[in-house]
């Protein structure tokens, strides 16, 4: 990565998406540029104003960032350069001295008072919950407060940016949270690794019967892994649906790119959102389709030897 490259992300400090940045050593070296809200990231990338752009995608437990999924399906045009997974461990902050029932508002970004709803029903029954731009803005909303009521849900390291202390660690109501990150730009697709992951968008061109069904053969037909799928509006009416996929392997295998291709033909409409490489460190499963393809094509070349014998 190029030193004066800039790079977007959700801020303000303290934001869970930077607590993810800044664990990319290449990334938190480049020129950080912190906006308030997820399309903004996504629109600073498409109008040239940064190079990079780093944005929660998925969460293990509240699913699908849906801001970032629609953004990236309908209004720009960025491509996957690769994925970022991190555990998230959920805070109750508070400004110094404040004890639990004092509380009255909890102010967070929307997936975060979803992951922790469990415990703040349990703990907090009577308090109100309020939407910020970010785990962090709530905290920075929470610090500049005159009296103990309210309280924000974020990281240990808003805390510390916002002179605010844990009164509380660990709320959320699952240990296993882990949110998906993606980094984003608006040209060029990484070479494959042989542990990749590709990402599309398949638009119906009508709603018909066996119309997904269609769809998954495709997959199916070539043993290629689904990690990802699922429906969302196209905003043109009810019942109007496109899919979202990701799968095991890069446009540069031959069978991921004739899936590609039939996906074309059939569909009308197929939206590369990037091949990229996956985060984790197992990658036998992704080599499979590969191996399988190759072992029909040679299967196939010996039937075809015969032909006019």
Request: proline fraction near 3%.
């Amino acid at each position: 990565m190029g030193e004066n490259k800039r790079l977007a992300y959700l801020g303000p400090s303290g934001t869970f998406t930077e607590q993810a940045l800044l664990n990319q050593t290449d990334l938190k070296e480049l020129e950080l540029v912190s906006v308030s809200s997820i399309p903004e990231v996504l629109k600073r990338v498409s109008d040239n104003e940064a190079d990079l752009g780093f944005v929660a995608i998925e969460n293990s437990i509240e699913g699908s960032v849906n801001i970032t999924q629609d953004t990236l399906t309908f209004d720009a045009n960025l491509l996957i350069q690769r994925e970022v997974v991190s555990s998230i461990e959920l805070n109750l902050l508070v400004k110094p001295g404040t004890s639990l029932d004092e509380i009255t508002t909890v102010l967070s970004f929307p997936h975060a008072i979803a992951q922790c709803k469990d415990w703040l029903s349990d703990n907090l029954p009577n308090a109100v919950t309020e939407a910020a731009n970010s785990t962090a803005d709530a905290a920075k909303q929470v610090s500049g407060k005159s009296h103990n009521t309210f309280a924000a849900i974020g990281t240990e390291r808003a805390a510390d940016a916002y002179g605010l202390e844990i009164l509380v660690g660990g709320i959320q109501d699952h240990s296993d949270n882990e949110t998906r990150f993606v980094l984003v730009a608006s040209d060029g697709v990484p070479s494959p690794t042989g542990y990749d992951k590709t990402s599309i968008v398949v638009f119906q061109d009508a709603d018909r019967p066996g119309s997904l069904l269609g769809i998954l053969q495709e997959f199916a037909a070539r043993s290629l892994n689904l990690t990802r799928l699922e429906s969302r509006p196209t905003k043109k009416g009810l019942g109007n649906y496109c899919f979202l996929i990701d799968l095991e392997g890069h446009i540069s295998d031959e069978v991921v790119a004739d899936c590609l291709k039939n996906l074309h033909v059939k569909n009308g409409s197929v939206k590369f959102l990037g091949s990229y490489p996956a985060a984790g460190d197992d990658n036998t499963i992704l080599d499979k389709a590969t191996v399988d393809s190759e072992k029909a094509d040679s299967w196939l070349d010996e039937l075809r030897g015969h032909i006019g014998k």
